[in-house]
């Protein structure tokens, strides 16, 4: 076998994606960006202390260093990538980016320019997000994510298990500690149904929310679109990390 040296920082090794998490605590469902089992490659992970949902959805002030501070253990640790739990990490892209030396994707919005150039500059792009009171146009052209197409943006934070089980987790968790994931479900692909009945030109949409990706595939289903989601994201990076060999007939 070769010959291996040690890491610093590393008390384990073989890691893909390092994961940048909230500090609130939900249950993490097979197919959120918070369950290891929804990759199929390493994942290691690292709470930021004390950046709350609220803190982040707020963009609240003075967190990039704890941020920054996170991003560099993961990396020293051996993570390949980094990427997040929350699609309005977008806010710390560009100064984690700076920090570290391994690619970075901290939002599933990174992904809107790329579905722009695959769409017709007049098509309607929808943004799925955890709270369309917080996310708005001006905020994605903020943070580089200015495109000509026309965008939609909704969110089922007003939703009663949706608000309960995720907006209103912290760090001891959400007043109920469940998530029924069925009503989840069930919130999620209705809001995008109400998208799609206000926007019936709508040609794609973009899944913004970290607990979305369990839900995309019926999602899909129900609205009949092309819909691109944070794992998605995640595992692009990936690929780009860890190159497979391939084997076949010829």
């Not at 939703?159 to 007043?175: K, T």
């Not at 009945?197 to 040609?203: L, R």
Request: one cysteine or more.
């Amino acid at each position: 076998m070769p010959t291996y040296r040690k890491r610093l920082r590393a008390y384990s090794y073989g890691h893909g994606i390092g994961l940048l998490l909230l500090d609130a605590r939900a249950p993490f469902v097979p197919g959120d960006v918070g369950n290891a089992s929804s990759y199929d490659y390493p994942a290691l992970y690292k709470t930021v202390p004390g950046l709350t949902t609220n803190a982040c959805l707020g963009g609240e002030a003075g967190w990039e260093d704890a941020v920054v501070k996170a991003a560099r253990g993961l990396e020293k640790e051996g993570a390949k990538g980094l990427s997040s739990d929350c699609g309005f990490m977008i806010q710390f892209q560009e100064v984690v980016a700076d920090a570290v030396d391994i690619p970075v994707a901290l939002s599933s919005l990174l992904q809107l320019p790329m579905m722009a150039r695959c769409l017709d500059p007049d098509a309607t792009i929808g943004i799925l997000t955890a709270d369309d009171s917080i996310l708005t146009r001006d905020i994605l052209d903020r943070y580089g994510l200015r495109v000509p197409n026309p965008i939609v943006i909704r969110g089922p934070q007003n939703e009663p298990e949706f608000n309960e089980a995720i907006m209103l987790a912290g760090p001891q968790g959400s007043p109920s500690m469940s998530l029924d994931s069925d009503k989840i479900r069930e919130e999620v692909v209705g809001t995008a149904h109400a998208m799609q009945d206000e926007h019936p030109e709508m040609a794609a949409i973009l899944i913004e929310c970290s607990i979305m990706p369990p839900y995309a595939k019926a999602l899909q289903e129900a609205v009949d679109l092309p819909c691109f989601n944070f794992i998605d994201m995640i595992d692009y990076m990936h690929a780009g990390t860890r190159q497979r060999a391939y084997q076949g007939g010829y």
